[in-house]
């Protein structure tokens, strides 16, 4: 791995209430090459915001701060909103968990998929018709030629899920971005669309930055994990050491599963310390 | 407001610590207190939006007008001086005077009197009724539902005031014959917006529950679903305020609500009319006073949709 | 199977949905039966049939033929009072399922009301402590709550007529996991100290193995097979879906040197 597609340093994502402010993110530091990245985390933990912020989506009233944050060699800090527009889709482009809000309901499959394309391609209209059909093909839809006249309320949710990666893969970002891009989906279909991202990332050795809840998920599917924490990164390792982590809030997560091998009687509930909070942070399974 | 804050300091769990520290303690002890802290949030949210508090401003100035109207006024209302009629503004007359002599700026005092008594005596009448048709259509459905519902649509054929027109018409004219038309004209949007809200509210699983735990259905409307439906109709009702004065003043201005001597503010319009050109005080002051009344109304619902809208809280 | 007798049956049950020409079956002739003091599963993806089951039996939905019994007196298509005394549920969105303008002792007060139940204030305060919410939980509103607080609400709620049978409807799907674990671990705490007996319907497996003895797997509205609990811990399936049905749970489980491919 060179040069690394992302490279945020101490990301802060700060809200402005009424009366208090309050830190959603504090002080983030990671790097996303041409891997897959895994962000763990439950609710309110700021994996969400964290993967917004990279794209500028936050919503109002955020503040975002960094000692940099780069991808390749823009400074997203510094871009503007136009130059940002370019980024997005083009270079860094994002999966939403539910294709049902993020497909246009009154225009065709196939016309959205096009416009994706054209959007940062010159290409001639048949030429980017072809290149859908090619791409509705590449996510496995079997009848690609009657997929692109339906209309998204016309397919299931496993299809609409991979019609979006069709779409956010054919301008050929670097980076994407994929925000619970499967819970939404039922455990039969879920392994369908997580193997086909999976292919299509590899083969094209785009960036993925995966952001779950679901430990096991992540585990067994990303290269690298990062666990989040009340805002915080406390752990940045490789998936297949997730079992030797070390910090104690990732093991007590891993113990709160109800698992299928054993049965247990009692499951762990994580005691969460306040200590943590400011407390120390595992990299590769070293204190950082 | 006034009667909240009374009612806390009556209240015997308050500390001694002061009424800030009671309405922000993080754990409520009565159920009084935790309904006073969300009254108290609810209020602070108010208090941030500029145009619904310029409006809620400009309600508790009509209010305390036609409270104090007695103490306010400077002359008579029903006394004439025809030789101080059609006077402009002046130390004497603050507002001048109309065609007969009487003190417009008493007149507009009194006369807040009559349009407020017309807009909340509807509305006290129109939001029960209206709710309760709405939500009982709304959550029984079937041929109860079809029956309330096209009840509504025939009064909902006609024009508001068209239809208050035809029944002052036939019950005669008169601020109360003005009222109750007022009222049949305008409740069915009321029960509209009670059903299209219950619609949402009986399949959510809060209702459920409430039948699994063996509910009647009178239970739950008056219960469950009327709770969550009255902020949106409170929201509407002083919308609609607004509408309610203008019916009220075009009755007036008609000849068909208020009859003259009283000073209505539509009854004062219409009498002004004809001195437009030449004393436009006349006219002009009563229709400011129902343009500010009902844009203060408007404005003050349209906040209150943003703090009360189940949605948003 | 042994011949205990069952606490409730279903025979035969058929629901359908749609309007005359456009029906469509949702469930098609399912039969299973609970013993008391069990814990019984349906597993199954979105659109199986699970819930539309617990929402008959519930009697939320009278629209179905043929017959679900309770303590073999067949149930009949408008519930008593009795029943809901007997049986609660607890629902999927805990957001969802507490009224967002009613403070928690509202909430539990009302069955109360209803059945007419005396020591209100008592019964509130010792189920409140039974979920482990504390009374400083007993004058808060639902938003005030976080998502395995307002699930103990639910969860309260339904306990707090002393029912006999807890349907539960995904009760852990909406939450995070550590959560999950919270609401699990309650949930086979209460089932002990009260005696209950669970119909738990979930699309996640570890889940049902955690809490139930038995489960049936559903497919298409019919269930395809039961399974105990050692049986999908060991992955003995007989039909081709279950197998796949858990392999792919399984494969999420297993570390990353079985995944690669």
């Known amino acids: 791995m060179d040069k690394p597609l992302i490279d945020v340093k101490d990301l802060r994502i700060r809200f402005h209430g009424a009366q208090r402010s309050h830190d959603a993110v504090r002080g983030v530091s990671f790097t996303i090459g041409r891997e897959k990245v895994g962000i763990v985390g439950e609710s309110g933990s700021g994996k969400s915001l964290t993967g917004r912020s990279l794209l500028k989506l936050t919503p109002k009233g955020a503040e975002i701060s960094a000692t940099h944050m780069r991808f390749k060699d823009i400074d997203l800090l510094s871009a503007s909103e136009r130059e940002m527009r370019k980024i997005r889709g083009n270079h860094i482009s994002m999966i939403l968990q539910d294709p049902k809000y993020s497909l246009n309901p009154l225009m065709r499959i196939g016309n959205q998929i096009v416009e994706a394309y054209r959007l940062h391609h010159k290409a001639r209209p048949g030429e980017a018709k072809a290149k859908a059909l090619a791409m509705l093909e590449a996510v496995q839809i079997r009848d690609p030629d009657r997929v692109f006249k339906l209309f998204p309320h016309e397919v299931s949710g496993g299809m609409g899920q991979r019609i979006m990666i069709a779409m956010m893969l054919i301008p050929e970002p670097d980076l994407i971005i994929a925000d619970e891009p499967t819970s939404a989906l039922d455990v039969t279909v879920r392994r369908q669309v997580l193997t086909i991202l999976d292919e299509l990332v590899t083969r094209r050795g785009t960036g993925l930055m995966f952001i779950s809840h679901d430990l096991n998920l992540v585990a067994s599917f990303c290269d690298r994990v990062l666990v989040m924490y009340a805002g915080r990164i406390m752990e940045d390792l490789p998936a297949s050491e997730l079992h030797n982590a070390r910090h104690p809030y990732t093991q007590s997560l891993l113990e709160s599963l109800p698992r299928l091998d054993v049965a247990v009687e009692n499951l762990t509930v994580p005691v969460r310390d306040p200590s943590w909070l400011d407390g120390p942070v595992y990299r590769n399974g070293e204190l950082a | 407001m006034t009667d909240k804050s009374l009612s806390q300091i009556a209240d015997p769990a308050m500390p001694a610590a002061g009424l800030g520290a009671w309405l922000r303690a993080p754990v409520p002890t009565s159920p009084f207190h935790a309904r006073m802290q969300q009254l108290w949030l609810q209020w602070r949210r108010l208090r941030s939006n500029a145009s619904a508090l310029f409006g809620l401003c400009v309600v508790v100035v009509m209010l305390l007008a036609a409270l104090l109207a007695p103490i306010l006024a400077t002359h008579d209302i029903y ?29 507009l005092l009194f006369g807040a009197r009559i349009t407020l008594y017309i807009a909340l005596l509807t509305t006290v009448i129109v939001a029960p009724i209206g709710l309760i048709v709405g939500t009982t259509a709304g959550y029984l459905g079937g041929w109860v539902d079809t029956v309330l519902m096209r009840i509504v649509d025939v009064f909902l054929a006609f024009p508001n005031l068209i239809l208050a027109l035809a029944f002052v018409a036939a019950l005669g004219p008169g601020i109360q014959n003005a009222i109750i038309a007022i009222s049949l004209a305008s409740w069915p949007p009321i029960a509209r917006l009670a059903r299209a809200e219950t619609l949402t509210i009986r399949k959510s699983d809060y209702i459920a529950a409430m039948r699994l735990q063996g509910a009647s259905s009178a239970r739950i409307i008056f219960g469950h679903i009327m709770p969550m439906c009255i902020p949106s109709v409170v929201v509407r009702v002083t919308l609609n305020m607004a509408a309610i004065i203008l019916t009220a003043a075009g009755l007036g201005f008609l000849g068909l609500g208020a009859q003259p001597p009283s000073p209505e503010w539509g009854t004062m319009l219409s009498s002004g009319r004809e001195f437009v050109m030449t004393s436009w005080w006349i006219a002009a002051i009563p229709g400011t006073a129902i343009l500010l009344t009902s844009l203060a109304f408007n404005l003050l619902g349209d906040g209150l949709r943003d703090i009360l809208d189940p949605r948003h809280g | 199977m042994k011949p205990t007798r069952a606490l409730i049956e279903a025979i035969g049950l058929s629901i359908s949905f749609g309007a005359k020409h456009a029906r469509t079956r949702v469930v098609d002739d399912v039969s299973f039966r609970i013993n008391k003091g069990e814990a019984y599963g349906l597993i199954g993806e979105s659109g199986c049939g699970k819930s539309t089951i617990l929402r008959a039996l519930s009697g939320l939905n009278s629209d179905y033929d043929g017959a679900l019994t309770l303590t073999d007196k067949e149930l009949p298509k408008t519930r008593s009072k009795d029943f809901f005394r007997r049986v609660q549920m607890v629902f999927q969105d805990p957001y969802g399922s507490l009224h967002p303008r009613k403070i928690v002792e509202k909430v539990l007060a009302e069955p109360l009301a209803i059945h007419g139940i005396d020591r209100a204030s ?20 639902p938003h005030e709550l976080s998502g395995g607080q307002r699930q103990r609400v639910a969860i309260a709620r339904a306990l707090i007529t002393e029912p006999e049978i807890l349907l539960l409807d995904e009760p852990t799907s909406a939450l995070d996991v550590s959560v999950q674990a919270e609401i699990l671990n309650l949930l086979r705490r209460l089932r002990i100290e009260r005696n209950l007996t669970y119909l738990m319907v979930s699309h996640d497996l570890a889940v049902i193995a955690h809490i139930c003895e038995r489960a049936g797997m559903m497919y298409k509205g019919k269930i395809i097979e039961e399974l105990t609990s050692q049986q999908i811990r060991q992955s003995q399936a007989r039909q081709d879906y279950t197998r796949e049905f858990l392999q792919a749970t399984i494969e999420a489980v297993a570390r990353r040197d079985e995944a690669v491919a």
Do not use: C, K, M
């Open chain 2, 79 to 107: 006394e004439q001086n025809l030789a101080a009629r059609l006077l402009a503004p002046s130390f004497q007359h603050w507002l001048g005077t109309d065609e007969l002599g009487r003190d417009v700026y008493s007149r």
């Open chain 3, 122 to 141: 008592e019964r509130i305060a010792e189920t409140l402590d039974a979920v482990g919410l504390g009374p400083s939980f007993r004058y808060r509103y």
